[in-house]
């Protein structure tokens, strides 16, 4: 009798990819993920060592490896590494102890509490700085901020058995959001001989140099394309790439193309 074949999507549909659920990675398992450390790492990949910047490098199963133009390279770097930080924060969170999440939840809903606080007396002094956001009612910030707290306390506990469930869940948006930040900022398909598979390869190569899948890079890669075609983003979703010097770009993350 023929052995039933293994399905490979989860309940919703999408791929499973072979993740690390262990967490392991090169940067430091601690509060040191700094947006600079994992810059500077995401530069040692192999899409981006040895290549003049500006350039991805990648080669294809067809093709050799070859360089690549990007559309706009900082902001290719920039998207790209704020997706990874992202993502180890949640892992961060999730790997923690229910103490130390309760713990730090606390602690940015009181910062943020204060900020607000601080924002509304200078608005009632009429002493905001030139930058400032005008015309805020306090009323309806407040009521928000508190649905978001009410909110954000709901999932600081997780008990062990639930960690690689939760582990698994954060994943599709994670390669989703990876796979948008090289269509925005990365090589343009159409105008050079960039295609589907060298950006699937080149996502999934950053996956290996984190630690963050096993397996190897052709079969990772045709399991990210696969998962990226069929995750679909609801279309409120924004992901942030924070520049130095308190500047933040905000973009909105292109929508899967349905095939």
């Known amino acids: 009798m023929p052995r039933k074949r293994r399905s490979t999507s989860s309940a919703s549909g999408v791929p499973e990819i072979p993740i690390r ?7 430091d398992t601690s509060a040191s993920w700094t947006h600079e450390r994992i810059r500077a790492h995401l530069l040692l990949a192999p899409p981006f060592l040895n290549g003049q910047e500006g350039y991805i490098r990648i080669d294809t199963k067809s093709s050799p490896l070859q360089e690549y133009p990007c559309r ?6 920039l998207a790209v590494t704020e ?3 992202d993502h180890f924060t949640k892992l961060s969170i999730i790997s ?17 509490d204060a900020r607000l606080s601080l924002y509304f007396d200078l608005q009632e002094r009429k002493a905001l700085p030139p930058a400032a956001k ?17 909110l954000v306390r709901s999932i600081t506990s997780v008990d062990n058995d639930s960690k690689d469930l939760l582990k698994r869940a954060i994943y599709p948006r994670f390669y989703y959001e990876l796979h ?3 269509r925005t900022y990365g090589p343009v398909i159409r105008r050079t001989r960039f295609s589907r598979e060298a950006r699937y390869r080149a996502c999934a190569a950053i996956l ?3 630690n963050l899948a096993t ?22 979703l924004y992901f942030r790439a924070s520049k130095p010097l308190d500047y933040d770009l905000h973009f909105r993350a292109p929508k899967p193309r349905s095939k």
């Open 72 to 77: 706009i390279w900082s902001l290719f770097v």
């Open 208 to 210: 290996l140099h984190f």
């Open 134 to 150: 005008r015309y805020v009612h306090e009323p309806p910030i407040f009521k928000k901020f508190q649905k978001i707290a009410k």
């Open 180 to 182: 948008a930040a090289f």
């Open 96 to 112: 923690s102890l229910p103490q130390e999440v309760a713990q730090q939840t606390e602690t940015a809903l009181r910062h943020l």
């Open 21 to 27: 659920t262990e967490h392991v990675a090169l940067i």
């Open 215 to 236: 397996g190897c890079l052709s079969t990772l890669a045709d399991t990210f394309g696969r998962c990226v075609r069929t995750f679909k983003l609801n279309d409120d």
């Open 83 to 85: 997706v990874l930080l």
